[in-house]
């Protein structure tokens, strides 16, 4: 074998000292990233999305591991090595060998072999109930430590496992033959890493025996099950909510469905202001669709990102064209065969092509017996994931304990932590399960959001709320519970590895 070519790239002296940097080697996006007296040469683009990575961040864990954050999505990869550490990424970045000779720093042009674990468990079964994000992940992550036995992914639905994010931020911008979510992984990628994917619908779970049936009346065991079988709309219970034409826009088919039907001059009511509703509303109107927003609250969103904040977001909606009723509720969705719009408690009738609702989720555990589970549903789990011996749960389905109170965190990345987490405890490692982030993408603007849901009693912006440039931190009786940001990606990746070290940066 031939020795790797190495380039002269930078002085040492010109890198600053945490500081992401771009190159290019051979041709090659790389970043280099000094910590110290170490230089670490890694993939200039995420993995997931292709995100410029010098727009991150480096900062080192709680337990002293130095990592690079991607800006975009907040996946977090070893700086050392490029391994991934947290997702939403499913892949490691790329590592390229450095060497420093007489003050200059050379990066070698080809990516340095990672380490393949030893196989583990080759005589153990994994049942995976569910394939959206925390089953995914899941599977992944144990392929990834060397889990050698069997893995079995239960999925209700039609298609492989896609990025359910795409359905309300992009999917809807096309018409009905390209309305379609991308895949997390191809088929390809089951196929090689041997993880058999069965199309079924969960008629039951017994957590005692580990026994799942499923409507075709297949019996799966498992020596360790997660239960990923994520949730379903909430539902509106009103006369005529059963009509075609009124749509929760839960799955891909949904989506391919609006995206085929909708024109550019219809008329669409949505039901209900959270960030779905929000979403979908942004996306029609771009596409020139009429949207009128029926909501509760004068304020969208203010449970979650305070009134200042809120309002702004109405206003940027408002100023798109949106409108909003919030002094009336919906009591009846009218329509022969089908929806043909909403009456309002006031009396007032509102024609639609068609009806969007956004009342929510509850967690799809009815299949699931014997295990303790919150007010809503969602089955309690502990630190692992773990519910009860051998079982686990992640995803919009779970409920997780933080503190003295349990949290469902219905948010992409949580749900994929969750998963890996999940995987991880099954191998017997501990890992860690890092504060929830998400975000959501409106009108070209996009807000990052980072805590586990606490009540807070107020809110301390910094920077320009009406030009979508701020950072705001939440308080509950003094300490910081929360974080909230636009155009602030790299302090937001910070403070996701380690949200009390950044409030601490930041004093």
Request: some cysteine; overall charge negative.
């Amino acid at each position: 074998m031939s020795a790797p070519k190495f380039h002269d790239i930078v002085a040492f002296d010109e890198l600053e000292n945490g500081i992401i940097r771009p190159f290019s080697v051979a041709g090659q996006s790389v970043v280099l990233v000094r910590d110290g007296d170490a230089v670490y040469a890694l993939e200039g683009r995420c993995p997931h999305k292709d995100a410029p990575m010098e727009q991150g961040a480096f900062c080192h864990t709680a337990e002293g591991e130095g990592v690079v954050v991607c800006p975009w999505h907040k996946a977090v990869f070893a700086v050392v090595d490029g391994a991934l550490k947290e997702p939403v990424a499913l892949d490691p970045l790329k590592s390229f060998p450095v060497e420093l000779r007489d003050g200059r720093v050379w990066v070698g042009t080809a990516p340095q072999e990672r380490a393949v674990p030893d196989a583990k468990q080759s005589d153990e079964h994994v049942l995976i109930l569910g394939a959206g994000a925390a089953g995914v992940t899941a599977a992944v992550t144990l392929r990834q430590e060397g889990f050698a036995g069997t893995i079995t992914m239960v999925t209700e639905e039609k298609d492989l496992p896609y990025d359910r994010t795409a359905l309300s931020k992009t999917v809807l911008l096309g018409d009905g033959s390209s309305a379609r979510a991308p895949a997390l992984r191809e088929e390809e990628y089951y196929q090689a890493h041997d993880i058999n994917v069965v199309h079924a619908c969960l008629r039951s779970f017994d957590p005692t025996s580990k026994m799942a049936t499923l409507t075709n009346d297949v019996e799966l065991f498992g020596d360790h099950v997660l239960i990923a079988t994520g949730s379903i709309p909430r539902p509106l219970n009103l006369p005529g909510d059963t009509l075609e034409g009124v749509f929760a826009l839960h799955r891909e088919h949904d989506a391919e469905v609006i995206a085929a039907r909708v024109q550019d001059d219809h008329a669409v009511t949505i039901i209900g202001a959270g960030f779905v509703g929000l979403e979908v509303a942004s996306l029609l109107r771009q596409r020139g669709v009429g949207v009128t927003i029926i909501t509760p609250t004068n304020v969208p969103l203010e449970r979650h990102l305070g009134r200042e904040i809120g309002t702004r977001l109405r206003q940027l909606h408002e100023e798109n064209g949106v409108a909003f009723v919030s002094d009336a509720h919906v009591v009846k969705i009218y329509g022969e065969q089908r929806a043909e719009g909403v009456e309002l408690s006031d009396g007032m009738r509102l024609p639609a092509a068609f009806i969007l609702f956004g009342a929510g989720v509850v967690p799809a555990s009815e299949p699931v017996v014997g295990l303790e589970r919150d007010d809503e549903g969602a089955v309690i789990v502990d630190e692992r994931m773990q519910a009860a011996p051998g079982v686990y749960a992640a995803g919009d389905v779970s409920a997780t304990r933080y503190g003295e109170k349990t949290y469902r965190i219905e948010h992409w990345r949580h749900a994929q932590a969750q998963g890996r987490q999940a995987a991880l405890s099954m191998m017997g490692h501990m890992g860690r399960l890092p504060m929830p982030w998400f975000w959501t993408q409106q009108f070209g603007k996009k807000i990052e959001v980072l805590g586990w849901g606490e009540s807070f009693d107020a809110v301390h912006l910094k920077g320009d709320i009406r030009g979508f440039h701020f950072l705001a931190t939440y308080t509950q009786g003094g300490k910081a519970v929360a974080m909230a940001g636009a155009g602030h990606a790299a302090e937001l990746a910070k403070a996701a590895v380690d949200f009390e070290a950044f409030l601490h940066e930041e004093v």
